[in-house]
């Protein structure tokens, strides 16, 4: 439900939960029937995104902003003919440097604030277990994550119950995340802030329905909510103060279709959210799975993103657009502002490739690259920040799994 670090992007922190749907810790809540064999599975993620300058010294330049690498295990296995335990071991490390306001502003390196070592490390693990019957499924899960300036501990229920045809299932599931930041350090880089313990608190929840329409089409729907209360403001950027409370809402609907002909399926999905800090997003997928000869597959990618601006967010004014190093004061008397461009309208734009090869019954490879655009001009509501500068990334990931 957060941003897997305040220094990371969005675009990074998407592509590294993209299997979750809406609620933390309920990827493999998604069968309705324990699974014959454990799987094993060892992914391995390389994440670069680079901001051009837009100032007259830095004009036409490209600089590379964050830097991750990211390695996870994941298994799967069936318990007692009935049940299974999931769990997911994650460690990501982070270098680089993120803008302390706008696209242009001084960079906040992103070391260690404790050892002062050149990459931020993260450890995550996660763990479900499911319980299965004959016409659905009940899932608990818990996920741990810590890095040396966030803590977060989250818990999850959801359950599932089918129709006795089977064509339709419904979903119910709620979770609940509290983490803590802690930036009080002795040797923390920015000394203007000094976080000791404080706290955050989301509750989520997800109702959804799957419906078989034909052999060869699949529907769902889910609505989601989440309300949380804490601290939201990011102490890398400055200036930045934002609500303690943040309530939001999404719809998500897929269409997945199966062509006979070519024996490929596509995927569409729309997913529609929105917040109390006033931003409104529109994400458009689509994919498309082609089998091939000798156990190939190919899935080319299209992703398109597009949000509003928040109610918060102070974009560039004449003074920064003319010296970078002056950053745009916050209007007077404004009790919350930020200069963060994740809060500004923009449009984006992800193309990507998946290719896998099921090497026999038990192992699969698998490579996927994808690029990420995102510009303030191409927003369509007509408000993007014009003083901000491109930003670009790009993410490869490499997998291998073997059935148990």
Known sequence: MRLISTC??????????????????????????????????????????????????TAGMSKERIGVNALSIMTVLPLAGQWSIGMSLIEDSITGASPAYHSSGFPVKQTNAVSGASGELRHAVDL?????????????????????????RGYSL????????????FTIGGSFNDDTINLNKPNVALSHYQIADE??????????????????????????????????TDPYKDPDNRPRDRKSKTILTRWNHHF???????????????????IRAHTLEGEYVQPLRHGWTVTPLLRLYSQSEADIYVAVGAAEKADPTIPTPPPAHAIYYSEDQR?????????????????????????????????????VNGN???????FGARSIQVGVSRKL
């Open 8 to 57: 990371r992007s969005t675009f990074f922190s998407s592509a590294l939960a993209a299997a979750a749907i809406a609620l933390p810790s309920l990827q493999y809540a998604s069968a309705e029937a324990p699974p014959e064999r454990g799987v094993v599975s060892f992914k391995y993620l390389n994440y670069q995104d680079s901001q051009s300058g837009d100032s007259s010294a």
């Open 128 to 152: 479900q277990l499911t319980r299965y019957f004959s016409t659905g499924s009940l899932t608990a899960g818990t996920s741990y994550s810590k890095e040396s300036d966030y803590l977060s």
């Open 158 to 169: 959801q359950g599932s119950l089918s129709t006795e045809d089977k064509n339709s299932t």
């Open 199 to 232: 706290k955050k608190q989301v509750f989520a929840g997800l109702i959804g329905v799957t419906q078989v329409l034909t052999k060869l089409d699949i529907v769902q729907f889910n609505l989601g909510y989440s309300d949380g209360n804490g601290y939201y």
């Open 260 to 278: 006979e002909v070519t024996d490929g399926t596509a995927r569409l999905s729309y997913r529609y959210y929105s917040d109390t800090f006033g």
């Open 343 to 379: 809060l500004s309208a923009f449009d984006a734009i992800t193309l990507g490739l998946k290719v896998s090869k099921q090497l026999n019954q038990d192992w699969l490879v698998d490579v996927k690259y994808e690029a990420y655009e995102q510009r303030a001009e191409w927003s």
């Open 384 to 390: 993007g920040d014009n003083g901000l500068a491109p």
